[in-house]
């Protein structure tokens, strides 16, 4: 398997995890592995999934909501980087 493929079934995982996390829950993501010898890029890109909403319409007033509705998602994309000179 080549370390591209393995890079992205790796950045797969953690956006399949990150989903499936409850959204009460703040689990801290922390780097526990040791680095490996290529060398990787991370762009965090926040989203909103609009087929699911995440605010009700009103808040605890019974004010109308002002902000997004939309639930939010983070994606992380991790990619195979360059090394810098």
Not at 8 to 24: D, H, K, N, T, Y
Not at 34 to 47: A, S, W
Not at 52 to 58: A, F, G, P
Request: aromatic letters at 10%; zero cysteines.
């Amino acid at each position: 398997m080549s370390e591209i493929t393995r890079l992205i079934i790796g950045a797969l995982v953690v956006v399949a995890i990150s989903v499936a996390a409850p959204a009460q829950s703040a689990p801290t993501f922390r780097f526990i592995e040791k680095p490996g010898p290529q060398l990787v890029g991370l762009k965090v890109v926040q989203q909103y999934d609009y087929s699911r909403t995440y605010q009700s319409q009103s808040d605890d007033l019974g004010k109308p909501y002002k902000g997004e509705r939309a639930r939010p998602l983070q994606t992380l994309i991790w990619y195979p980087a360059e090394k810098l000179l």
